[in-house]
């Protein structure tokens, strides 16, 4: 069984093309399409499976463009569990137009989602009885508010460790509810979270209550050029931003998360495993459109930071 099983919610059919220019009204002809399988937990699982570990991707999946995604994820070699839904899987759209170097990102909403789907979702955990759970993307429209907190009680009732990167609502019930091993937001998700904004000591403190009232082992705040902050009960970690040419944002966070669960799924020290993030993290916004990161960008930006891989 893989060892890491991840779940998608709102998974995504990413379409990135080059225009010559965006301008209204005008016929935008794009060059140098491409299609990818999108969505966060479909991202995390793809860094996983290109860092070399064993994963399983499960989405909620619907009509076509659910076919269409799981031949995507087969020509990547992931292995994938669809749960079937009553709506059509999104199609996002990223265009980078070349007359000024900007990028235009559509995000549809998705269709809706019902309790019931959730539930198929968490009842699929049932069948995982070691490995991590990771559960990454926002919610779809419709899902109820608790729907990680399904999951992460289904993976609880097996001993599995829980990984959680969302916002929100969902982030909040899921924090109540606690007893996640591993909960990754960003700065302003932690800060719609705490309900003001943070600096810096303020995103570390947040960061440890959130230690204290056991509502999650570790967490990870990415804070995008600032680095990012880990905390756990007896500690706290601050790693700048690595130094690259920045072509796109997208997908960093989901890789700095798949990375980082790939290195504690293989027995790394948390050290270890969260300069592998950043590493992952950084190398993604080297690529340019949804593209996620190589595998040698990764090691070399991890060793050039001071990295070693264990033995």
């Known amino acids: 069984m893989a060892a890491v099983l991840t779940i998608t919610l709102n998974p995504t059919i990413d379409v990135f093309g080059e225009a010559a220019q965006v301008r209204p009204t005008h016929k935008i002809r794009l060059m140098d399409t491409s299609f990818e399988p999108g969505g966060g937990g479909i991202n995390v699982a793809r860094i996983i499976a290109t860092l070399g570990g064993e994963v399983e991707a499960l989405a909620l999946s619907g009509w ?12 990547e070699g992931i292995p994938w569990k669809p749960i079937p839904m009553q709506g059509e899987t999104r199609v996002a ?4 137009d070349q007359s000024t170097g900007l990028e235009y990102r559509f995000l549809p909403e998705g269709p809706e989602v019902h309790a019931h789907e959730i539930d198929a979702c968490a009842d699929a955990i049932a069948h995982k009885h070691e490995g991590f759970v990771v ?70 403190a947040t ?16 804070l995008g050029a600032d680095g990012a902050v880990l905390a756990t009960a007896d500690r706290l970690l601050r790693l700048p931003a690595m130094e690259v040419e920045v072509r796109s944002a997208v997908g ?26 950043m590493a992952a993290g950084a190398a993604a916004t080297g690529n340019p459109g949804t593209s996620l990161c190589r595998k040698e960008d990764v090691f070399a930006l991890f060793e050039k930071a001071g990295g070693r891989r264990p033995r």
């Open 64 to 75: 076509e463009m659910g076919d269409f995604l799981g031949r995507l994820l087969k020509d």
């Open 93 to 96: 759209l990223m265009v980078h």
């Open 135 to 204: 559960a990454s993307g926002s919610l779809p429209r419709g899902a109820p508010a608790d729907s990680y907190v399904r999951l992460a009680k289904a993976a609880a009732r097996n001993g599995l460790p829980f990984v959680l990167d969302s916002s929100g609502a969902a982030l909040k019930a899921a924090l109540e509810h606690g007893g996640i091993f591993l909960v990754k937001p960003s700065q302003s998700e932690l800060e719609s979270y705490a309900g003001h904004e943070l600096d810096a000591a303020g995103i570390e």
């Open 207 to 222: 960061a440890r209550a959130i230690i204290e009232r056991g509502q999650a082992q570790m967490v990870a705040v990415t």
């Open 252 to 277: 960093a966070g989901d890789s700095f998360l798949g990375a980082m669960v790939w290195a504690l799924s293989e027995g790394w020290d948390i050290d270890h495993a969260f300069l592998l993030g």
